[in-house]
């Protein structure tokens, strides 16, 4: 799948193996793509998705029809990836539906690299 592709996608679908069943879960979310990996954001509460991936961090995303495998990374500079995402977003979707304040406390980046 390419860039451009991957620019014009406006949500993809996050597909994880849940934490105490092994099934299955999706969900459908915004995501920006920059250097082979998927920026997601989550709340503070954490969203079952996202325990998932910590537990889990190998997952399969569907953008546009295709399928990608990809593998939850812990980010090591919470402040700076985030920035990193809003900026991201704000390209992608426009200023006017993704706020500066989402980089405020309660946000959390998520990284999904794209495996090949």
Known sequence: MTDEAL???????LQTRGRRTGRIHSVRLWFAHADGVLWLRADERAPDWLRNLREH?????RIGGHDLRARYEPVADR?????????????K????????????KGREPVLLRIVA
């Not at 990193?84 to 704000?90: H, I, Q």
């Not at 979707?93 to 405020?104: H, I, R």
């Open 7 to 13: 620019a014009r996608t406006e949500e993809l679908e």
């Open 57 to 61: 961090p190998e997952c399969v995303v």
């Open 79 to 91: 402040h700076g990836a985030l920035r990193k995402l809003v900026e991201l977003w704000r390209a």
């Open 93 to 104: 979707y426009g200023a006017e539906w993704v706020e500066p304040w989402y980089v405020e």
